[in-house]
């Protein structure tokens, strides 16, 4: 393979399609950021509404905002722009709550539709609050209508059979960035009669998704990562439309009523995707989301992810020209259809590695017991920060910096 050199890099971010995104973006400088897989950068377009939010719509307009300046609106309007990210067609993504939260009403709903299942089948090491979810369902209903059954992801299709109520998955995994094929399990999972829940927090706007055509049950996903939402952004929800009729979701709350302010004593669930919402919504952070989402206004899915597999290509191979490197083992597939946006190294100093790493202005992260995991966001990730971002890493490994003591010490990882 012909070495890579920074001159290449510089000629691909010469001819990127979306190099004019980066300037929408408020980035530190002197620091190159491989962690928008966690918390994605903050569109300065985010900034000027959460301003207006407080400076006008709140101090001065009021309760008057729910209607003048469409508060109201948000869940919907937030679910149909993530809708549109995520293969959706309209009616089916609102904009509410936690992932968790949203994950715990899809499951309910599931369970209450597969009256005479009790299996909640999932892969290994799914994320853990997707598994903690289930528990808690199953301490809340008894084994007797929920039971949760994980099984490696090569054994995914052999497990699929009429016993088992509900396949929940991750789409990417957290840990290694391994891609599932969703189309593929969802065909083989209807065929047994199984429902389909897909957590997309490392999908969604990340990678093409295609909910409607994949057949996809229910989905839940976050807001603040890929979609650059801010800390504790609201996360959203999808619903298959051909589900609204028969779902009842547990957390039936008034703004889930089909006619909120009518204040009456008896719940009547609301017939679209508004159902689930339960509580007033979280108007400041989810008008942040809001203006967030216009950074995907006038780009394609199909493009990001383009870039999103020349970056993740590009840096491995940088980091596969560095001798230095060669104890840095990758654990993310090199196959594009099974990979999403990140890449994960394992290595016996990988915390160390990645404070030192820190401290020089590259920001990646860690996941135990030892795995650097670096996220590539394309719409504010250049090709040349690669370079830069490896000839940092390798001089940390040849110099030893990384063993230095304050390195060595395990801080508290988010």
Not at 319 to 342: D, F, W
Not at 384 to 402: H, N, P, T
Request: net charge negative.
């Amino acid at each position: 393979m012909t070495p890579l050199t920074l001159e290449q890099l510089l000629q691909y971010d010469q001819q990127d399609v979306l190099a004019h995104k980066r300037a929408e973006f408020t980035l530190p400088e002197q620091s190159i950021y491989f962690d928008g897989n966690s918390l994605g950068a903050m569109p300065s377009c985010a900034l000027q509404r959460a301003q207006d939010v407080l400076a006008r719509q709140w101090s001065q307009d009021l309760i008057q905002s729910w209607n003048s300046n469409h508060w109201i609106d948000l869940p919907f309007k937030v679910g149909e722009q993530i809708g549109r990210l995520i293969g959706a067609g309209s009616g089916q993504v609102i904009c509410c709550d936690s992932t968790s939260v949203n994950l715990f009403k899809v499951l309910s709903c599931a369970l209450l539709m597969q009256p005479k299942r009790t299996v909640v089948l999932t892969q290994q090491g799914n994320f853990p609050t997707d598994l903690y979810m289930v528990q808690g369902l199953t301490r809340l209903l008894g084994e007797s209508r929920c039971q949760l059954l994980e099984v490696p992801e090569q054994g995914l299709e052999q497990a699929l059979t009429s016993d088992v109520a509900v396949l929940m998955l991750t789409q990417v995994d957290f840990r290694s960035g391994r891609l599932l094929d969703i189309q593929r399990l969802t065909q083989i999972a209807h065929e047994q009669g199984v429902l389909v829940i897909v957590d997309l927090a490392h999908s969604a706007g990340a990678l093409p998704v295609e909910l409607d055509t994949w057949q996809v049950d229910f989905a839940v996903g976050c807001g603040y990562k890929y979609l650059n939402g801010g800390p504790g952004a609201p996360a959203f929800l999808y619903a298959a439309k051909r589900h609204h009729a028969q779902i009842h979701q547990p957390l039936s709350g008034w703004m889930g009523h089909k006619t909120p302010f009518s204040f009456s004593p008896q719940y009547v669930k609301s017939d679209g995707i508004e159902q689930f919402l339960t509580g007033t919504p979280a108007v400041i952070s989810m008008s942040v989301l809001d203006a967030a989402l216009q950074v995907f206004s006038d780009v394609s899915m199909q493009q990001i992810r383009e870039k999103s597999l020349g970056l993740t290509r590009c840096f491995h191979q940088l980091v596969q020209q560095q001798a230095a490197l060669a104890e840095l083992s990758l654990i993310t597939p090199l196959k594009p259809e099974e990979r999403g946006s990140q890449l994960a190294y394992q290595h016996p100093a990988a915390y160390a590695l990645c404070q030192a790493l820190i401290k020089r202005g590259v920001i990646a992260d860690f996941r135990a017991p030892d795995i650097l995991r670096l996220g590539f966001t394309p719409l504010y990730l250049r090709y040349v920060d690669l370079w830069q971002a490896v000839e940092i890493l390798s001089d940390i490994v040849v110099s030893k910096e990384y063993l230095k003591p304050e390195y060595a010490i395990r801080q508290k990882v988010t």
